[in-house]
């Protein structure tokens, strides 16, 4: 398992702050939240790169520091609780921990809404952040923008309410 | 030097620098258009059809070279990673304000201006906007009623093309139209319930917009990609890049001058003229000046009062032309801000093709035919309804294949009205010369003092209760009214610095745009403007300019200029 996620990685020089651990969890919790259906996932379209990108070159110190602790602690966690670290555990228990930092994040997006009139996600959050980019950087991939949500940049056409055809965007 | 001699010279070449150049040049004028920035390219520099994947932040933009240079511009939801390089570099172009007093500058210095970037709502004003300064005994009179400006509406929008569904509306007349683009289908929801719930009062429209919905006038009709604010190569909608100066370039009297940072007017006393435009080359940092008969200001409302204020002589000792004092005052932006967003139910089976660069008008219905017990005047609204895409899923619970099928389908509609409310002529807004500081050519800054006062913050309430009545009368879930607090400026409609108006004694202009001080010298961007109705301005703006050109050489045919 951790040979395999190792074998598939992109070539690591292009990367500039993911060492090649933090990358291969990096690749696979991205995959998880955004697998290869009958369409490719995270992975193909490469999100690895672009977060690391952010990273790098967006993210400030904090915000960086943020995501890479997060990544520290998402071991930790699998550690205590499987004995090995994350991208050794096998599929269905790295999801079960994914699936409670989603559920952390969507309660203290419940709370800040409790507490406020304004909607406010929880922007610092390690699973939220990774949530975040795994989606922007799939979605605007050519691979999201044109196998998965089939659009065109030219659409060349205008109509204000026709049928969804599920068809075409499937 | 006779080569620096011209009949006219033009300084700007955005919205209404690019119409006067193709006025005058069409009137047979050897005309010379200064404009501070850069040239441009389109088929270099328009970025339209650039998809996310080839920009290295995906459309994040460059998060911490924006941070550095561009902090004010960045406040500009319309400014993006693709184009950036159409807003100033702020380090270059600074301002100052007061504590407490923020105000925000959003500037584009190329050729073309800010009509690249402009947001083409294209409205004409009507007499209750003409007539309401003098009604409340507010400012000034305009010197002008909406029958002097109606003929130059129409000479404007055929050339430009501006597409709209007539209304028959008082308050918002009707011009040339070409054919409306749709609504769609939660748009329309909301459209039926506003007149079935406030009929004779309220009504929803399809925004009217300067893009092409057909072929017209040798340019291509729109081919909804979408974000215009890129550019767009097939010059579909309206530009003085895509349009009035490559017009004015045709009757081969046009020069155009990038990287002419202008620095002053020169005025002789005895004469009672401008003689000429003093600049700064951009590149070379020389000091050099152009000669000509007539000047139109056409800088943008702040940037043409800083050049009068920066043209002080003995007898303008505050500056050229200002010996009303009225010269940098009442200033006005649109308040923006106020509305409401929810969700429209129904329709799940349906979606709208292509990328509408356009939205929906709710055209002004406060102080229209009753007058409303809390402020003066009123506001319209934009908007647009949409189905959500896949970036709700970051709000989203779940991750998967199930997850990545469901927010790769469009979501919910979600329909938001927002509010543009007219501003009040203040004295007290205003704008003078920061001489502690100065920008990258050497030119002092602008010191603006300009807030919102309390008819604004009430027309922002207002926005925000009656959006809501709208979405919740066509039976919108999860309505969220809410108000911004907006800094001026934000809206990018300044102007008033220079006002016209009929006694030289209390504004800047005349019914003209002619300098009651110097009548060789007009102004017709939005430093003119005696009040500012709630339409966005720019149509105004270009109908003004075409009208004091054709006033000004009618004037110098005569010999009276």
Redesign the interface.
Known sequence: MFQAAHEQLPEQSVLRTLNPHQNAMVTTISE????Q?DTP?AKAARVNE?ID??LT??YDEEEKSIFLTGLTEVDTRTRDLFGKDFIDCAEKLQ?EI?RVL??E??EA?GEVRRGSSR?R?PERDFF?MI??LT???Y????IG?EQ??HSE????????????DEEA?K | MATNTYDAIVVGSGITGGWAAKELGEKGLQTLVLEAGRPIDPDQDYAE?V???EV?????S???KVQENQPVQETCTGMDEWNSKFFVNDKQNPYTTEPGKPFLWIRGRQVGGRSIIWGRQSYRWSDLDFEANQREGLGVDWPIRYQDIAPWYDHVEDFIGVSGQREGLPQLPDGHFLPP?????A??VVRDAVAKYFPGERLMTIGRTAILTQPHNGRAA????GPCARGCITRSYFSSLNSTLPAALRTGKVTVRPHSVVHSLIFDAKKRKITGVRIIDGQTRDTIEFRAKIVFLCASALESARILLNSSTTEFPNGLANSSGELGRNIMDHCMGGGARGRIPG??????????PNGIYVPRFRNVKQKHPLFLRGYGFQGSAARTK??R???M?????E???T????GPWIMTLGGFGECLPNHENFIELDKTKLDAWGIPVLRISCVWRENERALLKDMSITAAEMLSAAGARDIEPYIEDNAPGLTIHEMGTARMGRDPKTSVLNAHNQAHDANNLFITDGACMTSSSCVNPSLTYMALTARACDYAVSQMKRGEI
């Open positions: 998880i939240i955004i697998p259906t996932g672009f990108l952010i070159e967006w999801a994914l989603d559920d994040v969507a997006r909607r996600p939220f949530k975040q989606l922007i950087g979605y605007t991939s050519q923008f998965e949500l940049i030219i659409p060349a056409r205008h109509a204000g309410c026709v049928p969804l965007t | 059809h998809p996310e994947w290295r932040f995906r459309g994040m460059d998060r911490k683009m749709e609504l769609n289908c748009e329309v729109c081919h909804y990609c329709n799940e089976d349906h979606i709208s093709l292509g990328n509408r896949w970036e899923g970051t709000e619970r779940g991750f998967g294949a997850f990545k099928h927010i790769s389908r469009p």
